[in-house]
Every structure is written in structure tokens, then in C-alpha cells.
T-cell receptor, first 112, second 118 residues
Framework: RKEVEQDPGPFNVPEGATVAFNCTYSNSASQSFFWYRQDCRKEPKLLMSVYSSGNEDGRFTAQLNRASQYISLLIRDSKLSDSATYLCVGFDPAGNNRKLIWGLGTSLAVNP | DGGITQSPKYLFRKEGQNVTLSCEQNLNHDAMYWYRQDPGQGLRLIYYSQIVNDFQKGDIAEGYSVSREKKESFPLTVTSAQKNPTAFYLC?????????????????FGPGTRLTVL
């Protein structure tokens, strides 16, 4: 089982729709999570950090459920420019190898 | 403007040749990272460095080498020993992770280098 798992999609939604992505993680020691956005053939860019209380930034809301070990990203009123791959990322605090654990990404296509 | 630069954007090499990918940052970050991304796979960590003159192997270090002689620079050499070198290579940097607890700082990525070995 991969440490961070995402539904690869693709999610095809019309403009204005609300779309939600879930991500599950297997390492219960992970304490920090992130959503990165990656456009086609570009580098990943941080979209949101995920805090235990959940956080919101405009149309984007991220939540963490430690009991069920999943992270979610909600996009409201989706725009054409939201079309991208969304990467769920955990942080492995174990030992000296402090590193990010990357999911494979969920592809979103917002259609006019 | 602060940021990370990688060069070249596209690189073609013949099989059996070593090639060095450049990564420079002017963000004053201590930590730097090299990842590889293949179609259908997530980012995989090749090497990382938390401080100048020190670096650690990541998950897929075989066939790669790095150096960290300056804070701003973290070049990656893809050697002929790397069996499948064709990939998208991403360099990133961050403030160092704290020595205790689980706090983490955002990783900033360069634009990447697409390496094709013919």
C-alpha cells in the first residue's frame, strides 16, 4: 500500500461546480500535510498547508481527519484555470530522513 | 526576484554519457532537494542536502551524484550507471526542517529539466 494514496481521476466538471478530492495516508506519525498544484509540464506549487483544524483560502478548503487518516481538498465555484493535477503530500517526521511523501496526484479538468 | 533556476530546460544526451543538471537558488534556503518525476508516478526523492557540504541519499540515489559546495547551488549528475535516466528532474529548496517536532517549511521548486537519453 502506498503511503499517500489519491484517486487519479480525471475529474471532469463544468465551470462553477464544486469538486472534492480525498487523499488517504498510511503513516499515522505524519503530522503535516499539504496540497500542491501542478500544471501540465510545470513544477509543483504549494496550494495549501493542511492544519488539524482545517483551513480555507478563498474558494479552497482543506481538512484533515486524523481518525480516518485522510485529507480532503474542496474547490468551490471552479474556474477553467483550476484545471491541473493536485498533489497530496505528507511529511514523514521519522528519524533523520525528514522528507515529503508525495501522492500520484488527482487530475482535474474544468470545462466551459 | 528570488527563486530557483534550473538549466537547461530540455537536455538530450547519448546513452552512456554523464550529464550534470544545474540548480541555483537565491532564496537563502539551507535545504535543497532533487526529485525525479516519471509519467504515472509521483515525485521520487533522489538526493537532499540540509546544509552546505552535506547531503543524503533519497529513495532512488543509485546512478546519481550531487555536490553542495555552495549554499546557492546543488548540481545533480546523472551517470551512465543510471539505467533509466529519461525523466523530468525537479530541484527544490526550503528553509531547514526544525531539529525537533514536526514543523516543516514549504518546498519551492524550480521549473525542471526534461532529460532525454537517446
Amino acid at each position: 500500500r502506498k503511503e499517500v494514496e489519491q484517486d487519479p481521476g480525471p475529474f471532469n466538471v463544468p465551470e462553477g461546480a464544486t469538486v472534492a478530492f480525498n487523499c488517504t495516508y498510511s503513516n499515522s506519525a505524519s503530522q503535516s500535510f499539504f496540497w500542491y498544484r501542478q500544471d501540465c509540464r510545470k513544477e509543483p506549487k504549494l496550494l495549501m498547508s493542511v492544519y488539524s483544524s482545517g483551513n480555507e483560502d478563498g474558494r479552497f478548503t482543506a481538512q484533515l481527519n486524523r481518525a480516518s487518516q485522510y485529507i480532503s481538498l474542496l474547490i468551490r465555484d471552479s474556474k477553467l484555470s483550476d484545471s491541473a493535477t493536485y498533489l497530496c503530500v505528507g511529511f514523514d517526521p521519522a528519524g533523520n530522513n525528514r522528507k515529503l511523501i508525495w501522492g500520484l496526484g488527482t487530475s482535474l479538468a474544468v470545462n466551459p | 526576484d528570488g527563486g530557483i533556476t534550473q538549466s537547461p530546460k530540455y537536455l538530450f544526451r547519448k546513452e552512456g554519457q554523464n550529464v550534470t543538471l544545474s540548480c541555483e537558488q537565491n532564496l537563502n534556503h539551507d535545504a535543497m532537494y532533487w526529485y525525479r518525476q516519471d509519467p504515472g508516478q509521483g515525485l521520487r526523492l533522489i538526493y537532499y542536502s540540509q546544509i552546505v557540504n552535506d547531503f543524503q541519499k533519497g529513495d532512488i540515489a543509485e546512478g546519481y551524484s550531487v555536490s553542495r559546495e555552495k549554499k546557492e547551488s546543488f548540481p545533480l549528475t546523472v551517470t551512465s550507471a543510471q539505467k533509466n535516466p529519461t525523466a523530468f528532474y525537479l530541484c527544490a529548496s526550503s528553509l531547514p526542517t526544525s531539529s525537533g517536532g514536526s514543523s516543516y517549511n514549504e518546498q519551492f521548486f524550480g521549473p525542471g529539466t526534461r532529460l532525454t537519453v537517446l
